[in-house]
């Protein structure tokens, strides 16, 4: 999903953004959300890889990656809009 985002995005960025700044911006935080959307993979591999029963810490470090995807989505979302709504 991340990477259709990253495919999707680029070129609206490089159309939306009116400054190379802008640009860089708006692609480096997409590029940003599938760098920590692979880290979160690894974490959830290396997870699965030590022991398949359920542990409190295996979930917390599997929900710990999944916030951060989260809170980079958010962070993405927050610059897109403020960069497009202050055209």
Same mark, same amino acid.
């Given at each position: 999903?991340e ?27 997409? %590029?940003?959300? &599938?760098?920590?959307?692979? /880290?979160?993979? @690894? +974490? ?10 359920k ?15 989260? %809170?980079v989505? &958010?962070?993405?979302?927050? /610059?897109?809009? @403020? +960069?497009?709504?202050?055209?």
């Amino acid at each position: 999903q991340e990477v259709v985002i990253f495919v999707v995005a680029t070129p609206a960025a490089i159309y939306l953004g009116q400054t190379l700044t802008e640009i860089i911006l708006m692609i480096g935080s997409v %590029l940003t959300l &599938l760098i920590v959307e692979l /880290l979160n993979s @690894a +974490i959830e591999t290396v997870v699965d890889r030590v022991s398949t029963e359920k542990h409190e810490l295996s979930g917390r470090a599997k929900d710990l990656g999944s916030a951060a995807v989260m %809170l980079v989505i &958010l962070g993405t979302i927050a /610059l897109w809009a @403020a +960069i497009l709504l202050s055209h």
